[in-house]
Nanobody, 122 residues
């Protein structure tokens, strides 16, 4: 079991930065891959970034490569998503999720946080 709570969202101007945090509780965190997903109005929920259980392997959707960085601190049971050079199209509710395997497919994830809103003004 893993419980997840996101924080760090907010309103930022285009070109600005935010760092999202995903704090976990439960014994399964260190054995779980963590994914960040986003859901924008009128669009399907999609993968943004994924990090393996040991933090070594990461995957990014093409639209955020070079701008976003996912990392994790297993001692703190926290996963971060640093978002730089934000664009209006990054606006969405961002969710973190936990999975015992490694996948960018949201359907593979069993545990989800409640989400945090990111709004980017132009």
């Amino acid at each position: 079991q893993v419980q997840l709570v996101e924080s760090g969202g907010g309103l930022v101007q285009a070109g600005g930065s935010l760092r999202l945090s995903c704090e976990a509780s439960g014994r399964a965190f260190s054995s779980s891959s963590i994914g960040w997903f986003r859901h924008a109005p009128g669009k399907e929920r999609g993968s943004v970034a994924t990090v393996s259980r040991n933090g070594v392997t990461t995957t990014y959707v093409d639209s955020v490569k070079g701008r976003f960085t996912i990392s994790r601190d297993n001692a703190k049971k926290t996963v971060y998503l640093k978002m730089n050079s934000l664009k209006p199209e990054d606006r969405a509710v961002y969710y973190c999720a936990a999975n015992t395997g490694y996948s960018v497919d949201a359907h593979q994830y069993n545990y989800w946080g409640q989400g945090t809103q990111v709004t980017v003004s132009s």
